[in-house]
């Protein structure tokens, strides 16, 4: 009874390093509620209420915090997580500045549901337990899955229909895996996993196939090949708001989770070829991405293919490791939120003018000069051209690999080197087809309607991706300054 006593105490103990998101949990509860008292009357209230409830969480962050494990070791801090945390909530925040859809405005379940997303993905972050992470990852993808169909079209049922079933398939393989961890170590927590992987368990072929099981969902959470299928469709009917959150958060989350995982546990000394796969799905990834976006004519079923591509470039941070790894990694994953968010958002205002196609940009960037402008910067940013913040982060990822390369010469990193630079330049055919249609091209008939908020909105994102290439050590330095262990 004593130690079921004290275990009890150290859970009440730990919401207290939980403060932000048990404000985020409330915030969620009384929006639902606001929603039966207002209804459709309150939608601006109800977006500034939640845009308070997140600010306030982010001031929380710091107020009570604990580096290690917390929860009876089922979660574990760090001050590196603490700033991602922080930057989660902004990436929310954003997500409000959209331009006005009402029909995701005016219903409470909306910020509801944005704000599990949040939730979800800052417990992503801080799991020890594999179950934890289970059941974090879970709450961020019935969330996305429902989001999906805020677009309130048939085409929006089936692509959120087509991303509940490949989840649900993807979380049972996971779940597997999981099974088999817990039945050859007895224990789902990731530190008693990694005393496995250097006992004599790591020659098992069970602990392989558990891992890979458990591997395959985390692709499907990634969007990477070759369980990138459902993200196409995914992207192209959802509304454009909840395209750009989905295409982030859960994204960074589970690669922030991923890079712990492996660096915690040493998966990589395990001669599994481990790299060697991962390097194979990030070349997958990359090629996939990148050849399919060339025949799009749909922004953002073009920009659900470049997500694809995406994942293949930041999870070379992933195979590179060390802490110039982590790095690169978290610096690139900042840098792409700002460029995905810039991008749907400048998809966004295209769409309140009836533009979805990328034909349909014939002509229209000569009546909008600064608004194309703008929209360049981050084009160019998505390719990694200079002088942009796109490029230091490619930079950054490919120089981690090369680190690796010079410490253990294997031929596989040179391989993921050379194709990495190529699937870069690759990926100039397609980006630029927009700005190619806006400036060069003539011959539309439709009008494009852009405000002085929308072209606020994207100046903030391009000077911010302008800054970080001139100025990489505001964000760098932060980086080399926190911890990112257990």
């Given at each position: 009874m004593n130690q079921v006593g004290t275990q009890i105490q150290q859970l009440i103990l730990g919401f207290s390093y939980l403060l932000s998101e048990v404000i985020i949990t409330v915030g969620a509860i009384l929006v639902l509620i606001m929603q039966l008292i207002v209804k459709e009357k309150g939608e601006l209230f109800k977006r500034l209420f939640t845009i308070a409830v997140l600010a306030v969480a982010a001031l929380s962050i710091g107020q009570q915090s604990i580096d290690g494990e917390f929860m009876i070791g089922l979660l574990w801090q760090s001050?590196?997580?603490?700033?991602?945390?922080?930057?989660?909530?902004?990436?929310?925040?954003?997500?409000?500045?959209?331009?006005?859809?009402?029909?995701?405005?005016?219903?409470?379940?909306?910020?509801?549901?944005?704000?599990?997303?949040?939730?979800?993905?800052?417990?992503?972050?801080?799991?020890?337990?594999?179950?934890?992470?289970?059941i974090a990852v879970e709450l961020v993808s019935i969330s996305s899955y429902v989001l999906v169909v805020f677009s309130f079209r048939p085409k929006g049922y089936e692509a959120g229909l087509k991303y509940l079933l490949f989840g649900a398939m993807s979380s049972g393989i996971m779940l597997y895996g999981m099974s088999l961890i817990y039945g050859l170590t007895g224990s789902l927590n990731i530190p008693d996993f990694s005393i496995a992987i250097i006992s004599q368990l790591s020659n098992s072929p069970w602990l392989v196939m558990a891992i890979v099981l458990f591997a395959i969902g985390l692709l499907f959470k990634l969007a990477m090949a070759p369980m990138h299928i459902w993200a196409p469709d995914a992207y192209e009917a959802g509304p454009t708001p909840v395209v750009g959150y989905i295409s982030v958060l859960p994204k960074a989350s589970v690669f922030i989770f991923a890079f712990a995982l492996v660096m915690y546990t040493g998966i990589p000394s395990v001669s599994w070829g481990w790299n060697q796969g991962l390097s194979v799905v990030a070349i997958t990834s990359m090629f996939i991405g990148n050849l399919a976006a060339l025949r799009q004519t749909n922004l953002k079923r073009l920009m659900a293919y470049s997500s694809i591509a995406h994942s293949g470039f930041i999870i070379v941070g992933l195979i590179a490791g060390g802490d110039f790894g982590i790095q690169s990694l978290v610096f690139y994953l900042v840098i792409y939120a700002l460029m995905n968010l810039g991008m749907f958002y400048f998809i966004a205002v295209l769409e309140q003018s009836g533009i979805n196609q990328i034909e349909d940009l014939s002509g229209l960037g000569k009546k909008n000069i600064g608004f194309s402008i703008l929209g360049l910067v981050i084009l160019i940013a998505l390719i990694g051209l200079p002088p942009t913040a796109g490029?230091?982060?490619?930079?950054?990822?490919?120089?981690?690999?090369?680190?690796?390369?010079?410490?253990?010469?294997?031929?596989?990193?040179?391989?993921?080197?050379?194709?990495?630079?190529?699937?870069?330049?690759?990926?100039?055919?397609?980006?630029?087809?927009?700005?190619?249609?806006?400036?060069?091209?003539?011959?539309?008939?439709?009008?494009?309607?852009?405000?002085?908020?929308?072209?606020?909105?994207?100046?903030?994102?391009?000077?911010?991706?302008?800054?970080?290439?001139?100025?990489?050590?505001?964000?760098?330095?932060?980086?080399?300054?926190?911890?990112?262990?257990?």
């Open positions: 001050s590196l997580l603490r700033i991602i945390k922080a930057l989660f909530i902004g990436i929310a925040i954003v997500v409000f500045v959209f331009p006005n859809e009402k029909k995701l405005y005016n219903q409470g379940e909306y910020y509801f549901l944005i704000l599990m997303v949040l939730l979800g993905a800052m417990l992503v972050i801080q799991s020890a337990n594999f179950l934890v992470f289970y490029f230091t982060a490619k930079l950054l990822v490919f120089s981690a690999l090369w680190e690796s390369y010079t410490k253990n010469p294997e031929g596989y990193l040179m391989w993921l080197l050379g194709i990495g630079v190529l699937n870069s330049a690759l990926s100039l055919f397609y980006y630029l087809k927009i700005p190619y249609q806006m400036i060069i091209k003539e011959g539309s008939k439709k009008r494009l309607s852009v405000s002085r908020t929308n072209v606020a909105v994207l100046t903030f994102f391009s000077i911010l991706i302008l800054i970080f290439f001139f100025k990489p050590d505001l964000l760098l330095n932060i980086l080399n300054q926190t911890s990112f262990a257990f």
